[in-house]
């Protein structure tokens, strides 16, 4: 019998790097079956010993919906572009819950995984992409309720619903740009912790998840407007719905605008990221 070939030994060599090189992606394909995994127990955990298990998913934006149509809706009298109220809210909550879920596992991932940094070398840019990553399980989720909402109301998917997959990406792409500066920053300044939660209800209401964008761009001054647009939310809010539902987005600009943002704030969180990422073992 012919003996079985042995694996390789890989080899990974430890060094300084400059500019591009520093960021070394390619190590993320390398160790693309320790993201798969990462992911998988993060979301293990997640329903782990819970009581109703994946209906988190569901009961979290089902309440925060019945909040907003009560004080947007009811109290404030904003308008929905037609649409009915909870679909029109609801549908913002998916793209907003994942982002959100996103940067607050992601903030604290570092320190939550201290026990592995310390001990191996992998690149640490899977920990809090991993913990991104594992929100898209609760997206899925709370999607299949609001394709039942929408049969519901006798509403049918707009034409551009196939662009749906690039806002759900344009809200990864935001939300691990932002979890790679708090888990970051995390590791040196502890109190952190006490930011994102607070960074996370004021981004809530900085968004058009209640009310349309337009009730805020047509209430500012226009030279003033794009300030708004850098908000990567008002895209991906603004496009989820528009591709889904149909509903008029104020200008096809601004989409552009939180586009460029998002990729700005991926960049630079990557960038930092990388840049401090030889002191966490000794740091966390």
């Not at 890989?10 to 993201?35: C, K, Y």
């Not at 998917?157 to 990864?172: E, I, K, S, T």
């Amino acid at each position: 019998m012919n003996a079985s070939p042995k694996a390789e030994a890989q080899t990974v060599v430890i060094q300084p790097r400059s500019g591009l090189a520093a960021l070394n992606l390619r190590d993320l394909w390398n160790f693309r079956e320790l993201i798969y995994f990462l992911t998988w127990r993060d979301i293990k955990v997640r329903y782990k010993q819970t009581l109703l298990g994946a209906g988190w998913a569901i009961l979290q934006p089902v309440l925060q919906m019945l909040v907003f149509n009560l004080l947007f809706g009811d109290l404030a009298g904003l308008s929905s572009g037609g649409i009915p109220r909870p679909i029109f809210t609801y549908a913002a909550l998916l793209p907003w819950n994942l982002f959100s879920t996103g940067i607050n596992d992601a903030g604290r991932s570092l320190v939550t995984n201290r026990n592995m940094i310390t001990k191996i070398y992998f690149p640490r840019l899977i920990v809090p992409l991993s913990a991104v990553l594992s929100g898209l399980v609760d997206f899925a989720i709370a999607f299949l309720l609001l394709g039942g909402m929408m049969v519901y109301y006798g509403i049918a998917p707009a034409a551009g619903a196939a662009l749906l997959p690039l806002y759900l990406l344009l809200a990864l792409v935001t939300a691990i740009g932002v979890g790679l500066w708090l888990s970051a920053l995390n590791v040196h300044y502890r109190d952190i912790r006490y930011l994102i939660p607070f960074l996370t209800q004021f981004w809530m209401l900085a968004s058009p998840l209640a009310y349309e964008a337009s009730e805020v761009f047509t209430r500012l001054p226009e030279a003033w407007q794009w300030l708004y647009a850098l908000n990567p939310l008002v895209g991906v809010v603004e496009g989820f719905r528009a591709a889904l539902l149909g509903t008029e987005v104020y200008s096809a600009s601004f989409i552009w605008v939180s586009v460029a943002s998002a990729l700005l704030i991926l960049l630079t969180g990557v960038f930092y990221f990388r840049s401090m990422e030889r002191t966490f073992a000794d740091t966390v």
